[in-house]
RNA sequence: GUGAGCGUAGCUCAACUGGUCAGAGCAUCGGACUGUGGAUCCGAAGGUUGGGGGUUCGAGACCCCUCGCUCACCCCA
């Protein structure tokens, strides 16, 4: 290795992010006020492997899908298994919850989690290749209530952390028994148009077809136009659950519309879709995405119980959510010399012992050097500790906003930090 | 995968049409002030101008390739 390759350095990854000190009390603030909200609802936090077996997130996620299809990390191990870091949660905890057989538990089993998430994607804003996502399900629950439950927790979860400038969409995407008939009827119209589609549409007919409703481009947002919707296509049950669940949003007071085009790009949503989006976002807008999966479990070979929940990109709601850092309190001890120096470690492992937080120096540095550098830390006081504190064991604690200083026994200081937090 | 814009110190940016152009401010560290912070002044450190090739007497600037960043498309959280 020659010397210039030695030097270079090796990058993050492409798509990755470091989460920094400086950003890391948004990220665990935001995290808390979330596991909290859910756990109000009754959801308790489950943990699956960061990787499955690629065979699951094809099946789940859907052969059709554009994450399956070309944004999958699969790699294979030294057994020859093919992997995959999961892309999405749905399907690892589908897998999970038949496999260790928590279905059977009182239903509905609600459930949440948060983590990373891996998309070869072209990263852009809101996009990323590792990104993070909080992610809530609920299994063996019919009632449409739960379908506005979990919209009306997003909410409230928005709500507490002041996010503003967001709308609520919502569809149904109907069921194995009513989609057939339409998308047969989509299909037909979508042959009709021919040469007006582009050619990713013309693709769209027979894989997806309900896809083709979000294609930007223009002339297919015209041919699309006079195509049916789903909405008007509904069996009795689906068109029953969709009715029910708009009017248990109305109940709740949740500001939304109806958008009939508004399609999930996953194979597996059944009946109820729905996003919240943010105006304060770019072109990836969606901060919030979900819906119904009443067949998945049944499809990967566990019981007929139905399923919903949600994913929320991390990344996108942090980036809306308006935050000032509070600034924890701490005192710097200043040691001149070598035996205030031991003074002051010990006095550290005193101060620590009981909670408070303590930074000291142990570089040899002028006084004046130390109580610039404490106060570009950002320390609430400065301890000075040199040969005369030592032998007395009264030190000079001085409160950094206020300049003022006073000479304390070890007991004193400690009174004195623990009163003012 | 496609397209556009951009890559000069940790950060924000200079360097006319290729000719002392490798600089400034902020930040960092030190000193003036060797037991007292925030101001000021002085100083130090920090860059093979993302990388590689080419054109030229001469390239940070021009050309090609490559990598990366940003944004948009596609798609999604």
Redesign the pocket.
Known sequence: MSE?QK?RLI??I??TKDILPQDIRKWQKVEAVTKKTFELYGYREIRTPIFEATELFEKGTGQT???VIK?MYTFTDKGGRSLTLRP?YTPSVVRSIIEKRLYLQPQPLRVYFMGPMF?Y????????RQ?H?VDIEVFGEKDPAIDAEIVEMADALFKKLKVTDTEVLVNSVGCRRCRPAYHKELRRKAEQAGERLCA?CQK?IMTNPL?IF????KTCREASKGFPEITDYLCPECEEHFSKFCSYLDLYGIDYRREPRL????DYYTKTTF?IVSSRL????????GGRYDDMMKDFGGPDICGIGF???L??FISVVPFTEKKEKFIYLAC?GDRAKRAGMELARYLRRDGVECLIEY?E?????Q??????LGAAW?L?I????VKKGLY?L?E????M?RECSREEIMKIIQESS
């Open positions: 210039k030097k990058p993050a492409k798509g899908t554009d994450i944004e999405e998309r994607d072209k990263p852009q804003k809101g996009r990323y990104f996502q990713d769209k896809r979000d294609c930007k481009v399609v999930r790009g996953l996003e770019g072109a990836q807008d969606a901060i919030l995405g994913a929320m990109g990344e996108r001149l570089k540095r002028s006084l004046k050097s109580m610039s550098r404490a106060d570009k400065v000075i040199g040969e005369d504190e000079q001085k950094m906003a206020t300049g200083q």
